[in-house]
């Protein structure tokens, strides 16, 4: 489990350390922040399948990315006794990530590349191009240079033997992560697992439910432990949950939703699987293409979070989307059964489910305000933080 999530200079946030538990609501008014806290954690998730840089493109580069205000925003500016103004940068500009979990702790610093050099006759065309700077891998719950075990500095990866380092790469590309480079099971074994680990993660913001939606139609079935990040296979996960996960949990969870209701599978002779679903009141069940976007869309968080193969982190964006008021205690009580086997993360800003998942023991609600443009965690003060330092 992750218990310390750290951004530094990310668009509206220049320096948050946020703690977590097993379940996080993280809630806010429009504008304060959420969104960029979850962009965030996918550019760590991006991480470890090398795909940071292009993630960073997709966002307009990376000096679009940072953080547009001053270096440092001081008590008189926020009380307003001095105008917001420009200081000093006592160092290179630095976008950083990083967290603390369980066992290892890890943090990137990407930064612009150098100016080219003008005596070279053939300058690179990649020239803005971000690049990993630093890359650190740590034991215990902040870093602290005796507890590093990776560490990585430009193009050369060292890790830990004893009270020394070994040099385990000296060549990897300025754009390429170690955890991508590096896949020694037996002189870097942390790179491996926590590689491995990250990539586990799972992001749910795009469920379609649009009248083309894949989920809508019968689709070819294969079993599938885990939904799509779309929910194409919509009828072929829940058949899986059906077969090999919990099937009492799964018709209790319709029925808390839906009362009377039930959810049937059906597999055609071309080994299509078809979704009906059956309300109370009705001589007919209704196929995929005939429910609400609402309905659909409940359903599809019903196969993402009583899946079989609960993974060790899942992050929902705004999962309240299209859904009636009315569902979202139900919806909150389902998150809540799911935080008791993986992590969640739910981003909202929907108040009748933030208090259904407050009902939670461990619930950290986590409210983000606005204060100068700058992203804070509302009532947290510099004793509130959890410890957290970044490799030089």
Request: some cysteine; aromatic content about 6%; glycine content about 8%.
């Amino acid at each position: 489990m992750l218990h310390t999530l750290a951004i530094g200079n990310y668009r509206s946030v220049l320096d948050l350390v946020v703690p977590l538990t097993s379940l996080n609501v993280i809630t806010g008014p429009n504008g304060s922040g959420k969104s960029n806290l979850y962009r965030a954690l996918r550019l760590l998730a991006e991480t470890s399948s090398g795909g940071v840089v292009n993630a960073l493109a997709r966002e307009g580069g990376l000096q679009s990315t940072f953080w547009a205000g001053p270096a440092s925003v001081s008590d008189r500016m926020k009380k307003g006794e001095v105008a917001v103004q420009g200081t000093h940068r006592s160092g290179p500009k630095r976008l950083r990530l990083g967290f603390s979990g369980d066992d290892f702790g890890y943090a990137v610093s990407l930064g612009l590349p150098p100016p080219p050099d003008p005596a070279d006759p053939e300058p690179s065309a990649f020239s803005l191009d971000p690049e990993i700077k630093r890359e650190t891998i740590w034991s215990g719950p902040s870093y602290r240079p005796a507890s590093a075990l990776v560490d990585r500095e430009g193009p050369v990866v060292k890790t830990r033997v004893a009270r020394s380092w070994e040099v385990i790469a000296q060549h990897v590309p300025n754009f390429e992560s170690m955890l991508t480079h590096s896949s020694d099971p037996e002189k870097a074994p942390e790179i491996v697992r926590l590689r491995e680990e990250i990539r586990s993660w799972r992001f749910y913001d795009h469920l379609r439910t649009d009248s083309d939606a894949p989920s809508r139609q019968p689709q070819l079935g294969t079993r599938t432990p885990v939904l799509d990040h779309d929910g194409q296979a919509l009828a072929a996960a829940w058949q899986t949950i059906r077969e090999i996960g919990d099937r009492g949990a799964l018709d209790e969870v319709v029925a808390d939703a839906f009362p009377g209701a039930h959810v049937e599978i059906g597999v055609r002779e071309d080994n299509r699987f078809a979704l009906t679903f059956h309300q109370e009141g009705l001589l007919r069940g209704l196929t995929g293409s005939e429910l609400s976007d609402g309905t659909l869309r409940y359903l599809l968080w019903i196969a993402a979070l009583m899946t079989p193969r609960p993974p060790p982190l899942m992050v929902l964006n705004e999962p309240e989307t299209s859904l009636h008021p009315d569902l979202l205690p139900a919806l909150g009580r389902l998150i809540l059964r799911a935080s008791e086997h993986s992590q969640i993360w739910v981003v909202t800003h929907a108040s009748r489910l933030v208090h259904a998942l407050a009902e939670g023991e461990d619930c950290n609600e986590i409210q983000l305000e606005k204060e100068l443009g700058q992203t804070e965690v509302q009532g947290q003060g510099m004793l509130d933080k959890p410890s957290w330092h970044w490799p030089d």
